[in-house]
């Protein structure tokens, strides 16, 4: 990127902790500016784009609003154009994450995984589709193993992020031939942060081939090369030690 060039743009919701963070630092670091969205992380967000203004001024804003709430998602995309003046990017990393046994999985929370695993991710997208075809850039959704792999206490969540899969694909061909559009699928990355027993852990690192957690690093790297260019669309990534063998 030549020093005249402007820099290119990115939104990436979940940004303020985790592997949000990491992609943020990652992109960052590519030359990208960036629009962190976060929901309750707000004091995290902030201070991470401290963080990366302090190396490069004027390149961070903060977002934050509730990826349920449908009337949020077009403004999102609004103000990032109205603070750069494009967009060429949309990383769609934000989840809700919820095991529950399948008997005790009610209609409103089986929506509000549906809500921010799926159609907030669809509605970004519509949102930033003519942003995206004008910069011919690219969007990356971040699913998760159990899409394709689910755990019996994860039904919900599975068909949320299998759902996103499918955006994924779906997207791919709706917004061809200007727009890339991808997913990173990973595996063990972080413990989640209440914890997982012992024995879990355990059993989760037996499976995998490679027998080690991955690192947000990793997730960030990927979603870097899927975002700068090829000849890819419409593919889901899987980063996940091999585990899905």
């Given amino acids: 990127m030549s020093a005249s060039a402007p820099a290119p743009v990115v939104l990436v919701t979940g940004a303020a902790r985790r592997i949000g963070a990491a992609i943020v630092r990652r992109l960052h670091a590519d030359g990208f500016a960036v629009a962190l969205h976060c929901h309750r992380s707000r004091d995290d967000a902030d201070a991470l784009a401290a963080e990366l203004d302090a190396q490069r001024p004027g390149s961070t804003c903060v977002l934050q609003g509730d990826l349920v709430d449908a009337a949020v998602l077009p403004a999102l995309v609004e103000h990032t154009v109205a603070r750069f003046g494009r967009l060429d990017a949309l990383v769609n990393n934000a989840a809700a994450f919820a095991p529950t046994a399948f008997d005790a999985t009610g209609a409103a929370a089986f929506d509000a995984l549906m809500a921010t695993n799926a159609r907030a991710p669809f509605l970004l997208a519509q949102a930033a589709a003519p942003h995206l075809r004008a910069a011919r850039g ?30 994924t694909r779906g997207l791919a061909v709706a917004l061809a031939p200007e727009v890339r559009v991808n997913a990173v699928s990973p595996g063990a990355i972080l413990w989640p942060e209440d914890g997982a027993d012992a024995a879990q852990q355990t059993r989760i690192l037996d499976a995998t081939p490679l027998a080690r957690l991955g690192s947000a690093e990793e997730i960030a790297n990927a979603v870097a090369w899927l975002l700068r260019g090829g000849f890819i669309t419409g593919e889901v990534l899987r980063l996940d030690g091999g585990r899905s063998l």
């Fill in 138 to 167: 690219a969007i990356v959704n971040i699913g998760d193993l159990y899409a394709e792999r689910p755990r019996a206490d994860l039904v919900a969540y599975a068909a949320s992020k299998a759902a996103l899969l499918g955006l």
